[in-house]
T-cell receptor, first 112, second 116 residues
């Protein structure tokens, strides 16, 4: 079956620190992979995506590379800001069914 | 930028009552979804809807749940007889195409449903 596993949070960093949030997946087909971000009191916003192996998605300084050999899609940012504090969700869609499978979310706290 | 809108933002209902959650998807999108997130847990798929019919539903989506697209713009989720365990944040989403082709789903801000 399909599933997504994320590192547990919360993750607490100082401003300008390097961020990695691990995400691994299990899929029966050839999934597309996504990162969504949820700010307090808001819905899920698409952060970035990758549709095939070795693709790199990027947006707002965040990056993630689709690694088929390690079934991973880790989220990275070189220098986090206080405004990046949010919950980050990794998700996959296998394309056969329309539904998304979400990880459990990782809360990021960035301190000034 | 077009967005998915959901109403109400918070709904408080007595156990056993019917509740309807409303969503207006992005206008040129063809696929519609409902998800829920129980506090502190994963976002879980409930149902997908395409071409005026359910394309897939999860085990959670039992006979107490139904979805409808009553006109060209609204997409509703009805829970017929609410239970305490239905308390959750409910998210509506829409997409132009299917996720496997790289098409993302666009989410609304959610409706927090509280069952008393």
């Amino acid at each position: 079956g399909n599933s997504v596993t994320q590192m547990e949070g919360p993750v607490t960093l100082s401003e300008e620190a390097f961020l990695t949030i691990n995400c691994t997946y299990t899929a029966t087909g050839y999934p597309s992979l996504f990162w969504y971000v949820q700010y307090p009191g808001e819905g899920l916003q698409l952060l970035l995506k990758a549709t095939k192996a070795d693709d790199k998605g990027s947006n707002k300084g965040f990056e993630a590379t689709y690694r088929k050999e390690t079934t991973s899609f880790h989220l990275e940012k070189g220098s986090v800001q206080v405004s990046d504090s949010a919950v980050y969700f990794c998700a996959l869609s296998d394309g056969y069914f329309n539904k998304f499978y979400f990880g459990s979310g990782t809360k990021l706290n960035v301190k000034p | 930028e077009p967005e998915v809108t959901q109403t109400p933002s918070h709904q408080v209902t007595q156990m056993g009552q019917e509740v309807i959650l409303r969503c207006v998807p992005i206008s040129n999108h063809l696929y519609f979804y409902w998800y829920r997130q129980i506090l502190g847990q994963k976002v879980e798929f409930l149902v997908s809807f395409y071409n005026n019919e359910i394309s897939e539903k999860s085990e959670i989506f039992d006979d107490q749940f139904s979805v409808e697209r009553p006109d060209g713009s609204n997409f509703t989720l009805k829970i017929r007889s609410t239970k305490l365990e239905d308390s959750a944040m409910y998210f509506c989403a829409s997409s132009v195409g299917v996720g496997g082709s790289g098409q993302p789903q666009h989410f609304g801000d959610g409706t927090r449903l509280s069952i008393l």
